[in-house]
């Protein structure tokens, strides 16, 4: 039986993050001829993040002896990171506000976006005076708001699994289609950004849990599982209903992880993903509000700014991220 721990993780990760990087190059960019990068599967690639932490996170809660210690482990990886992001935005973008320095840090949408994104309530705040245009100053930091409720809502999960785990897979599969009752719902209607909310997510969170908890099987099984998966997305993506996909695309994903064993060593340099993530949209807004995309040749500056996120990412992890952990 193949070993858990033997994954391509490290590489999913940073593949997911360069798609949601390329996709908002496209669109924060404001170069006709980076337009085509729009097409890049940013909604794909953020979906998938959640079916990776709900692999992760449900092996991380089982494999912890104590709630507490489990509580810490998860606010340790997210927290420090995020807090950074939200300070150095506030800060050092001022350097590229229309507005001067006094009335930048004297200003209530400086404090409220500081105080509102602090505590994950981007949607209050999402704006600096002055930067971008009035323009969201990091628009990828919606999911971790997500994220950080996934992190408190496994142990409640647990709650329903009965004793010995008895009711783990019908739980799961309950609270699987009552989100996909609310994403298809508010999709329905129009209210898209409505629907990627945690019901909407929980979904694809969900289809992780059931891979992790169903591994031996889903290993024994994952080629055929690989194919019905795909052929199963295309289904749902023709009738236009998200039925089947969300656990269908989880099997792609982990199916990918447990695959291509020569990728298993990706990440021996460092988990940086997580920095790349929450840096790269303002990084990018930078250089658009610069005007580097526009005087100078885009594809020529799209890789150079390419290197900053990664460089950002990197520093990130090595010099403060790690030290938490």
Partial sequence: MQDIAKNNFDFIRVLL?????????????????????????VEVAVFAFFIVSGFLIARSYERT??????????????????????????????????????????????????????VFMNFMAPNL?????????NGALWTLKIEMCFYFLVPVLFLF????????????????????????????????????QIPGALCYFIGGML????FEK???????????AFVTVWIDLILKIKLFSPIMISIIVLYIAYSFKFLNHFGKYGDFTYGIYIFHFPII????????????????????CMLVVIGVGIASWHLYEKKFL
């Fill in 211 to 214: 891979v992790y908890f169903n």
């Fill in 129 to 137: 005076p002055g930067v971008f245009g009035n323009g969201a100053v």
């Fill in 65 to 118: 002896s104590t709630l507490k210690k489990y509580i810490m482990k998860r606010l340790k990886r997210i927290l420090p990171g995020y807090w950074l992001v939200v300070v150095l935005c506030t800060v050092l973008l001022s350097l590229v506000s229309t507005v001067s320095f006094a009335e930048y840090f004297s200003s209530s949408q400086t404090h409220k976006y500081f105080l509102w994104n602090s």
């Fill in 17 to 41: 993050a360069f798609i949601v990087f390329v996709g908002h190059l496209g669109y924060l960019s404001a170069s006709a001829d980076l337009e085509f990068l729009k097409h890049s599967p």
């Fill in 161 to 196: 699994f009965g004793k010995n785990n008895k009711y783990r897979n019908i739980s799961l599969i309950i609270f699987y289609f009552l989100s996909l009752a609310y994403l298809n719902y508010f999709e329905h209607i129009g209210k898209v950004e409505l629907s990627r």
């Fill in 218 to 228: 889903f290993i024994q099984h994952k080629n055929i599982l690989f194919v019905i």
């Fill in 285 to 304: 807004r930078v250089f658009a509000t610069l005007g580097l995309f526009t005087d100078y040749n885009p594809y020529f500056m799209g890789i150079i």
